[in-house]
């Protein structure tokens, strides 16, 4: 009880005294935005993405059906997995599809949110794979359904859009936190700051690993004959994104 009344007294001394004597302590430096590069198009607001490809009948093109193509969100993105305006973003953690009602979702509340000193900037094209569907009721067999709609598929650190301009890591977490809630896959929030602190770690955990063992060493000597029951996905991505 005593060290309870104790503790308590201390606590409540320190915040006395921090409020007390909040000049003389040390105070964060303003945030600059001196080197913010605004999109050249001018464009500030998030574009609307078309529910559908478009098609030219002169040219001979026009609407197909496909496979699922399950592979086009296996393994990890290799182009676009940098900011290009080095600010805030949205990534993928693991691969998946972007419907075009997530599209419009996302376009509508993030607009919504943006002040005039401030852009956002898709980073995925729109919706081109298409996705078949049953009407109710019909009977199995006599090949595929009709196109119901399109989606857009995207790897694991895919960078899916950007949020920029005169704006504080604060107010981005505020805007795209609960975005990621809305994809059906997991997306992080993320910045130019947190992509140099990833790529940091990486580095530390592989230069300061003792226990060599991994999959590289067991797929290079087949251990105990693991190239027979790995898939080739497992064998191409190394067992990390399947």
């Known amino acids: 009880m005593l060290f309870q009344r104790a503790e308590k007294s201390i606590w409540q001394n320190s915040v006395r005294f921090l409020r007390n004597n909040k000049k003389w302590l040390p105070k964060p430096e303003p945030e600059t935005f001196e080197n913010v590069v605004f999109p050249p198009n001018g ?3 998030l574009p609307a993405m078309p529910e559908e490809p478009t098609y030219d009948p002169a040219l001979g093109e026009c609407k197909y059906k496909s496979s699922k193509q399950l592979v086009s969100i296996r393994g990890v993105e290799e182009v676009h997995t940098e900011l290009i305006h ?3 973003g949205l990534a993928a953690v693991a691969g998946g599809f972007i419907s075009a009602y997530d599209f419009n979702f996302i ?3 993030l607009n919504r949110n943006l002040l005039k000193n401030q852009f956002a900037i898709w980073r ?3 919706p081109w794979l298409p996705r078949t569907k049953r009407a109710i009721g019909a009977k199995a067999g006599s090949g595929k359904g009709n196109i119901h709609h399109y989606v857009t598929p995207v790897r694991a650190k895919r960078i899916i859009l950007e949020v920029g301009g005169y704006i504080m890591e604060l107010e981005a977490r505020a805007y ?4 990621c809630e809305r994809f059906r896959f997991p997306v992080e929030f993320i910045s130019e700051k947190i992509l140099e602190e990833k790529k940091l770690q990486e580095k530390k955990i592989e230069e300061m690993n003792v226990n060599k063992f991994n999959w590289d060493l067991a797929l290079k000597y087949n251990m105990q004959n693991c190239r027979k029951w790995l898939s080739y996905y497992d064998i191409a991505f190394k067992c990390k994104y399947t």
């Open 107 to 109: 376009r509508d509340r």
């Open 124 to 126: 995925v094209p729109a």
């Open 176 to 179: 795209l936190m609960y975005l």
């Open 43 to 45: 464009e500030y607001k």
């Open 86 to 88: 080095k600010q805030y």
